[in-house]
């Protein structure tokens, strides 16, 4: 090892390559792994150390406090000359303030002496900022405001401030480089995944929109995972053509052209010009002036859909609408269930229009009471998902999607005695007729809402795991939906289930003989076939594609860690199963024969539904149903709802704004790449 007076985490790695910009490969001369990085950025290697090899990390961070011996002996030594006395000064004109006669600037004479950059507490705490921006979607240029270097003077003096410059170009980037690297590995060495392609058009002043594009694939342990593959800028005109070469520009440098299963994505021109639906007229939104933008937002949903019709996107832009985007993507492509379940929801509101002046009132009436009524009663109405009150002057935060709304106005007709009781509305109350209007939009409105809550993981009880939910829910959602509202009376809103139904039958009726959903619905052993009304006919369409999308191969192919070895090195076998006078007496054990397709397909529908989660049930399952696994493997990769970039768009679009927080597109991409593959970086 080095002496004392030069300690290096590069001491603990065995240098094999350096290029360019400071760019190395080490290996551990522990373990042997290879870790890339930069010079400037050593991060990788303490972590590295830290989760792996604790002893080395602990002798490496003694080594750094040895090295710090004299500063040490520095502080106490003028503790001791200023009585113990320690007392915060605030700085002058030209720096931070100081703790005197303890810890102060290097500059002030203080004693101090500041972290390196490659020292473990210097590197845990830039890591840390940088899992604040990323986390946050903060601007990098927050690391420049007084008051947080003042902060973080105080928490720890000897940290070395880092500059805005530093972070953006060398850090966020070296954490993006890492994220590429993990993913590659992982997509390397699966064999089930699909793809999800999200546009997003509505950032003012920076370019066009972005282009995201998310793998969905089956971890080994049969564990789905999910990760953002590139968040890149779409400038200039939009096309389908130039989408489609983006995006296998995208899947060639990640390894998975031609081997994603099917790819989520909707037409071209829905996707590049779509908002989230709201409940017309109704506004969720905070009185205080910091959200007028968001809500301004809100209330111009509907502008965008006229720009549709004409085919213009947002801010006058023309969307060259061909049919490329269908054609290239082929049979692959499929359309998001949740989203298509949202034009749903918006057809059928457009068909009653009678309802936004009743949507609209009751909407000013929430927003009265938010101003009325105190944060404490309040919190007894509207607690829970769907609305945030808290604080003074009960802020609300802006709820933008119709499901969130729609439980907002449910919770609010049931408590409008008493929330009228405590504001006095005056001209704001809702009469009988309206009262019973709202109520018949929440009912007729309530299974959608249970769709949208479970095919968007809601309902899932552990929020450490990510809200992955296939498409295996979206047939029987359909059936319930059609049942619900064949069943339904409307003396008040007729034309809301007409216009339902409708759009129902349109845009969600063909997955009922799709064959990929009736296929990934009775691969799901919560329903099997439990839901068909022709048993024998889905078992037919069931086997024809079973046919076609299950390999011929062995399956040995499903556990690729545990394939048959090399016939250089046979597996050993037992003594006990050569035939042998002394254990005649042992009954001989039946060969086993590899069953049929048809034959997988007739034991697993004989056995009684469960409700053990899908993924779970074919891991324990595989053996005894390889080939139907091998199918379920492939199918459970479609999400049915949109993914985790969809949401980051959203917020990034609000928060970083080029006039509120000064991001350049280049750094808006990094910084909403990291967002999306965060658990994959720090989980």
Same mark, same amino acid.
């Given at each position: 090892m080095a002496s004392v007076s030069k300690v290096s985490i590069l001491d603990y790695f065995n240098i094999v390559f350096?290029?360019?910009?400071?760019?190395?490969?080490?290996?551990?001369?522990?373990?042997?792994?290879?870790?890339?990085?930069?010079?400037?950025?050593?991060?990788?290697?303490?972590?590295?150390?830290?989760?792996?090899?604790?002893?080395?990390?602990d002798d490496f961070v003694k080594r750094k406090d040895m090295k710090r011996e004299g500063y040490s002996s520095s502080s106490l030594h003028t503790l001791a000359t200023n009585g113990g006395n320690t007392h915060y000064a605030p700085g002058g004109a030209g720096g931070m303030g100081t703790l005197e006669g303890g810890v102060g600037g290097g500059s002030g004479g203080g004693g101090v002496t500041k972290f390196d950059r490659h020292d473990p507490r210097q590197v845990l705490i830039s890591e840390a900022i940088a899992k604040m921006i990323v986390r946050d979607l903060q601007p990098v240029a927050i690391v420049e405001n007084q008051g947080f270097r003042e902060l973080l003077q105080l928490l720890e003096p000897r940290y070395t401030l880092e500059r805005q410059h530093y972070i953006q170009t060398q850090l966020l980037p070296a954490y993006a480089y890492q994220a590429q690297l993990a993913t590659r590995q992982a997509l390397a060495s699966t064999h089930a995944l699909s793809l999800s392609l999200d546009l997003w058009r509505g950032l003012a002043g920076t370019s066009s929109g972005y282009l995201g594009v998310t793998c969905h694939y089956l971890s080994s342990d049969w564990q789905i995972r999910s990760a953002l593959l590139a968040c890149?800028?779409?400038?200039?005109?939009?096309?389908?053509?130039?989408?489609?070469?983006?995006?296998?520009?995208?899947?060639?440098?990640?390894?998975?052209?031609?081997?994603?299963?099917?790819?989520?994505?909707?037409?071209?021109?829905?996707?590049?010009?779509?908002?989230? !639906?709201?409940?017309?007229?109704?506004?969720?939104?905070?009185?205080?002036? &910091?959200?007028?933008?968001d809500v301004e937002e809100v209330r111009n949903g509907n502008s965008v859909e006229e720009g549709i019709r004409n085919g213009h996107g947002e801010d006058g832009e023309e969307i060259e609408c061909d049919d490329s985007w269908e054609q290239g993507l082929g049979v692959c492509r499929v359309d998001c269930f949740s989203r298509s379940l949202e034009q749903c929801i918006s057809e059928g509101l457009r068909a009653c229009p009678q309802l936004s002046s009743t949507l609209a009132k009751a909407s000013c009436f929430y927003n009265y009471i938010t101003s009325a009524v105190p944060p404490e009663k309040l919190t007894q109405v509207f607690e829970g998902p769907g609305s945030i009150t808290g604080g003074s002057g009960s802020t609300l935060t802006v709820v933008r999607d119709w499901a969130a709304q729609l439980k907002v106005l449910r919770r609010l007709l049931d408590s409008v005695e008493f929330l009228e009781e405590m504001s006095a509305p005056g001209e704001l109350v809702l009469c009988a007729s309206e009262r019973a209007q709202l109520k018949e939009l929440t009912d007729i409105l309530e299974p959608f809402t249970e769709a949208w809550d479970m095919v968007h993981g809601y309902t899932q009880t552990d929020a450490q795991t990510d809200r992955h939910v296939s498409i295996s829910l979206a047939l029987p959602c359909v059936l319930g939906l059609r049942k619900h509202l064949c069943e339904t009376s409307t003396p008040h809103c007729p034309s809301l289930v007409v216009g339902l139904t409708q759009a129902l039958e349109s845009r969600l009726a063909p997955i009922l003989e799709d064959p990929l959903y009736i296929t990934a619905t009775t691969l799901d052993p919560q329903f099997k076939l439990t839901w068909s009304s022709n048993p024998d006919w889905h078992r037919q369409v069931l086997?024809? +594609?079973?046919?076609?999308?299950?390999?011929?191969?062995?399956?040995?192919?499903?556990?690729?860690? !545990?394939?048959?070895?090399?016939?250089?090195?046979? !597996?050993?076998?037992?003594?006990?199963?050569?035939?042998?006078?002394?254990? !005649?007496?042992?009954?001989?054990?039946?060969?086993? &024969?590899?069953?049929?397709?048809?034959?997988?397909?007739?034991?697993?529908?004989?056995? +009684?539904?469960?409700?053990?989660?899908?993924?779970?049930?074919?891991?324990?399952?595989?053996?005894?149903?390889?080939?139907?696994?091998?199918?379920?493997?492939?199918?459970?990769?479609?999400?049915?709802?949109?993914?985790?970039?969809?949401?980051?768009?959203?917020?990034?679009?609000?928060?970083?704004?080029?006039?509120?927080?000064?991001?350049?597109?280049?750094?808006?991409?990094?910084?909403?790449?990291?967002?999306?593959?965060?658990?994959?970086?720090?989980?």
């Amino acid at each position: 090892m080095a002496s004392v007076s030069k300690v290096s985490i590069l001491d603990y790695f065995n240098i094999v390559f350096e290029g360019e910009n400071g760019k190395i490969e080490s290996n551990c001369k522990a373990c042997g792994t290879r870790i890339q990085a930069k010079r400037s950025v050593t991060s990788n290697f303490v972590t590295h150390l830290k989760r792996k090899h604790q002893a080395m990390y602990d002798d490496f961070v003694k080594r750094k406090d040895m090295k710090r011996e004299g500063y040490s002996s520095s502080s106490l030594h003028t503790l001791a000359t200023n009585g113990g006395n320690t007392h915060y000064a605030p700085g002058g004109a030209g720096g931070m303030g100081t703790l005197e006669g303890g810890v102060g600037g290097g500059s002030g004479g203080g004693g101090v002496t500041k972290f390196d950059r490659h020292d473990p507490r210097q590197v845990l705490i830039s890591e840390a900022i940088a899992k604040m921006i990323v986390r946050d979607l903060q601007p990098v240029a927050i690391v420049e405001n007084q008051g947080f270097r003042e902060l973080l003077q105080l928490l720890e003096p000897r940290y070395t401030l880092e500059r805005q410059h530093y972070i953006q170009t060398q850090l966020l980037p070296a954490y993006a480089y890492q994220a590429q690297l993990a993913t590659r590995q992982a997509l390397a060495s699966t064999h089930a995944l699909s793809l999800s392609l999200d546009l997003w058009r509505g950032l003012a002043g920076t370019s066009s929109g972005y282009l995201g594009v998310t793998c969905h694939y089956l971890s080994s342990d049969w564990q789905i995972r999910s990760a953002l593959l590139a968040c890149l800028p779409l400038t200039g005109r939009s096309s389908g053509n130039r989408v489609l070469s983006d995006f296998d520009e995208i899947c060639h440098s990640h390894g998975v052209s031609g081997r994603a299963f099917r790819v989520v994505a909707d037409s071209f021109l829905a996707t590049a010009t779509e908002k989230q !639906s709201c409940l017309l007229g109704f506004l969720v939104s905070s009185p205080n002036k &910091q959200n007028e933008e968001d809500v301004e937002e809100v209330r111009n949903g509907n502008s965008v859909e006229e720009g549709i019709r004409n085919g213009h996107g947002e801010d006058g832009e023309e969307i060259e609408c061909d049919d490329s985007w269908e054609q290239g993507l082929g049979v692959c492509r499929v359309d998001c269930f949740s989203r298509s379940l949202e034009q749903c929801i918006s057809e059928g509101l457009r068909a009653c229009p009678q309802l936004s002046s009743t949507l609209a009132k009751a909407s000013c009436f929430y927003n009265y009471i938010t101003s009325a009524v105190p944060p404490e009663k309040l919190t007894q109405v509207f607690e829970g998902p769907g609305s945030i009150t808290g604080g003074s002057g009960s802020t609300l935060t802006v709820v933008r999607d119709w499901a969130a709304q729609l439980k907002v106005l449910r919770r609010l007709l049931d408590s409008v005695e008493f929330l009228e009781e405590m504001s006095a509305p005056g001209e704001l109350v809702l009469c009988a007729s309206e009262r019973a209007q709202l109520k018949e939009l929440t009912d007729i409105l309530e299974p959608f809402t249970e769709a949208w809550d479970m095919v968007h993981g809601y309902t899932q009880t552990d929020a450490q795991t990510d809200r992955h939910v296939s498409i295996s829910l979206a047939l029987p959602c359909v059936l319930g939906l059609r049942k619900h509202l064949c069943e339904t009376s409307t003396p008040h809103c007729p034309s809301l289930v007409v216009g339902l139904t409708q759009a129902l039958e349109s845009r969600l009726a063909p997955i009922l003989e799709d064959p990929l959903y009736i296929t990934a619905t009775t691969l799901d052993p919560q329903f099997k076939l439990t839901w068909s009304s022709n048993p024998d006919w889905h078992r037919q369409v069931l086997i024809e +594609e079973l046919s076609k999308t299950s390999p011929a191969s062995s399956p040995t192919d499903l556990h690729p860690q !545990s394939q048959t070895p090399d016939a250089t090195a046979p !597996s050993p076998v037992s003594s006990l199963s050569r035939p042998c006078k002394l254990f !005649s007496f042992i009954k001989q054990r039946p060969t086993s &024969q590899a069953k049929s397709l048809e034959q997988e397909l007739a034991i697993y529908l004989r056995e +009684e539904p469960t409700d053990e989660e899908a993924l779970h049930y074919w891991r324990r399952k595989a053996i005894d149903f390889p080939l139907l696994a091998q199918v379920a493997k492939r199918a459970f990769t479609i999400p049915a709802c949109g993914t985790v970039v969809e949401s980051i768009f959203t917020t990034a679009g609000r928060r970083l704004q080029p006039e509120r927080g000064h991001i350049l597109p280049k750094n808006l991409e990094t910084l909403i790449y990291l967002k999306a593959n965060y658990r994959l970086l720090w989980s």
